[in-house]
């Protein structure tokens, strides 16, 4: 961002800032770093600017990306304009608006949205004709929170399990995880079993990657167990680490209401 005109010179340019972009998008998503993450790349799309139309697309990939990370701040209105913009400006490139379609459906569902998640759907037909594996298993696990949330377990299950194959042959272990831990709800809220061997799967994964967001979902997890298992103290005392851990990410504001629904699910039953 330095060395503006040495950049452009180099051949291939948009190329190595565009995999720049998105090694420090996962980067930061997968480090719970959003406010950081997000800063970043509010610079480079500012700093892609200084070229207009010629850096175009890249300019709003990369303020797509931008969006997710500001939802994740805590900044969900302007998170959710941002993702909405760059849509807008992406609607002639197709495969680029996988990407939008998928987030702004996963915003909405964090908001309970359920019309406004399933409106973006289209991401899946899409992925699948254009071959993107990788946008057809998000929008698998879109779907999949969806029907759970929705207590229509079985496909819930059907779709987690579809997202999980996609991901697997990826090596996306970091997808494969939001999957084992929700298939690990899905079997115990429907008592087809008790979830436990996914979510041990999943533990020391995301320990090592320093994921804090879904570490502290895998807390709420046991927190679960214990609770469905009777063991009210060890649940309580479960749910306060996750609380420990999730308290300090403003995305949990938008999270908690779907972890207390499962609470109370699991208490009713």
């Known amino acids: 961002m330095e060395r503006p005109l040495q950049v452009a010179a180099l051949p291939n340019w948009q190329s190595l800032v ?17 406010e950081e993450g997000a800063q970043l790349l509010g610079q480079v799309v500012m700093w892609l600017g200084q070229w207009r139309e010629e850096t175009a697309v890249l300019r709003w990939r990369i303020q797509a ?51 406004g998640a399933l409106g973006h759907l289209q991401a899946l037909a899409l992925a699948q004709r254009l071959g993107d594996p990788l946008g057809e298993a998000i929008a698998l696990d879109i779907m999949g929170r969806v029907q759970m949330y929705r207590q229509d377990f079985d496909a819930a299950e059907s779709l987690l399990q579809a997202s999980l194959a996609r991901k697997r042959p990826l090596g996306d272990c970091f997808g494969m995880g939001f999957c084992q831990n929700l298939g690990g709800a899905v079997a115990q809220a429907s008592a087809a079993g008790n979830g436990r061997d996914g979510w041990r799967r999943k533990s020391p994964l995301r320990e090592e990657m320093g994921d804090r967001r879904e570490w502290g979902c895998v807390w709420k997890s046991w927190g679960d167990l214990a609770l469905w298992r009777g063991i009210k103290a060890v649940a309580q005392w479960l749910y306060e680490r996750c609380e420990a851990i999730l308290a300090r990410l403003a995305i949990w504001r938008c999270q908690r209401p779907f972890a207390l629904k499962y609470q109370r699910l699991i208490c009713d039953w």
């Open 65 to 115: 990306r931008h969006g997710w990370l500001q939802f994740l701040c805590g900044q969900t209105v302007q998170g959710e304009e941002t993702l909405r913009h760059s849509l807008t400006q992406l609607a002639g490139e197709e495969a680029e608006t996988i990407f939008c379609h998928n987030y702004l459906g996963a915003a909405a569902f964090y908001r309970q949205d359920e019309a």
């Open 18 to 34: 565009q995999d720049m972009s998105d090694t420090m998008f996962y980067f930061f998503t997968m480090r719970s770093w959003f």
